[in-house]
């Protein structure tokens, strides 16, 4: 209830503009910002609402996310958990109190954080209780929740599900072949997916072969019957529900 509150919030206030008619949309966010003003900009002049995810331990984090901010982008905290390392990241077996002094200590690096994902976190997303209490305070705070799906082990969806946090999880990683043809081929699994089960979410990264793709590709999107949406417009799509290759009957298997 307090999940459909929010969507709704976001809606009258015009932040995630209604798509047009049709059944097939796609979100994408670009992991691993702040680390070079020269891909920053490149992917911030991406056509359309892309989601931006600046890493905390960067050296451009705080100037990135205002600037993203500024240009109407959906800037998101791309959260360093195990194995990731750093003075943010969280590993298994840290304290709660430890884990939320990185947490507030990461969101103040990026201001104007709307939600949150994983950066790594195979290790960490598999933890029920530090994945409970962060879907607590993400509630708490009004912010959603991306899970990245580095691990099938994950619990961080399920346990979002559990407690109406708003959130999405990822279906199709663009770049792990850092290949222009390989991203080609991603990016045209994922608008196959969209078409297929009506949405898709889909993460990559600032390297130049993945942008080349983007540049080109995502003003052809239209021409396929696929809309490209916003994250906050996609939580109001999916309705917290699981995919298909997530969980059965719109609820996460590793409940």
């Known amino acids: 209830m307090r999940y459909l509150l929010f969507?709704?919030?976001?809606?009258?206030?015009g932040v995630a503009q209604a798509a047009p008619a049709g059944k097939a949309y796609i979100s994408i966010i670009i992991d691993d910002l702040g680390q070079s003003s020269e891909r920053d900009s490149r992917t911030l002049a991406l056509p359309g609402p892309i989601t931006l995810a600046v890493m905390p331990?960067?050296?451009?984090?705080?100037?990135?996310?205002?600037?993203?901010?500024k240009a109407g982008k959906t800037v998101i905290l791309h959260m360093p958990m195990d194995p990731a390392t750093g003075p943010y990241a969280w590993h298994p077996g840290t304290p709660l109190p430890e884990l939320a002094s990185r947490l507030d200590a990461a969101l103040a690096k990026v201001p104007y954080a709307a939600g949150l994902n994983n950066h790594m976190g195979s290790r960490m997303t598999a933890q029920r209780e530090p994945m409970t209490w962060l879907m607590g305070e993400l509630q708490r705070r009004h912010l959603f929740f991306v899970d990245s799906r580095t691990s099938a082990a994950t619990v961080a969806a399920a346990?979002?599900?559990?407690?109406?946090?708003?959130?999405v999880s990822r279906d199709v990683f663009l770049d792990d072949v850092r290949t222009v043809e390989a991203i080609e081929g991603q990016l045209h699994q994922a608008v196959a997916l969209a078409q297929r089960q009506g949405s898709a979410v889909v993460?990559?990264?600032?390297?130049?072969?993945?942008?080349?793709?983007?540049?080109?590709?995502?003003?052809?999107?239209?021409?396929?019957?696929?809309?490209?949406i916003g994250l906050r417009q996609m939580i109001?799509?999916?309705?917290?529900?699981?995919?298909?290759?997530?969980?059965?009957?719109?609820?996460?298997s590793n409940r």
């Open 7 to 13: 969507s709704l919030l976001w809606l009258l206030a």
């Open 57 to 69: 331990d960067t050296p451009h984090a705080t100037d990135f996310a205002r600037q993203a901010h």
């Open 159 to 167: 346990e979002a599900q559990a407690q109406d946090v708003a959130h």
């Open 203 to 228: 993460i990559g990264h600032p390297y130049p072969q993945t942008l080349q793709v983007l540049e080109r590709e995502l003003p052809r999107l239209k021409s396929e019957g696929v809309v490209l």
């Open 236 to 252: 109001s799509v999916r309705s917290n529900q699981a995919m298909p290759a997530h969980g059965k009957h719109g609820r996460y």
